[in-house]
């Protein structure tokens, strides 16, 4: 399973950006599909998931701000960020839940990441 993401950049506190995010390659399923960030000398956390039935979760800190969204058909997602701040500064990667044949175990697949960077 690859997952390649787009969408990311430079822009000023109170902006928007979009990342986007696609899955190719041998799938059976996908499950839940997701975003997480990780910042300079700090852990990657959990931004954002949703499950392939619709189901979304969000970490406090970007609740109200940033929309997470999916194509099941296209096994693709994408993250609307709004009134983005500093500290949202980080590189973010997509993450997928799948299956790659019926019979594998589901495992964890992330694409190579993509730079967000929000100036004050």
């Known amino acids: 399973v690859q997952l390649v993401e787009s969408g990311g950049g430079l822009v000023q506190a109170g902006g928007s950006l979009r990342l986007s995010c696609a899955a190719s390659?041998?799938?059976?399923?996908?499950?839940?599909m997701g975003w997480y960030r990780q910042a300079p000398g700090k852990q990657r956390e959990l931004v954002a998931t949703i499950t392939n039935g619709g189901s979304t979760n969000y970490t406090d800190s970007v609740k109200g701000r940033f929309t997470i969204s999916r194509d099941n058909v296209k096994n693709a997602i994408d993250l609307q960020m709004n009134s983005l701040k500093p500290e949202d500064t980080a590189v973010y990667y997509c993450n997928a839940r799948a299956r790659r044949r019926w019979f594998d175990v589901e495992g964890d697949y992330w694409g190579q990441g993509t730079q967000v960077t929000v100036s004050s």
């Open positions: 390659g041998s799938i059976f399923r996908i499950n839940a």
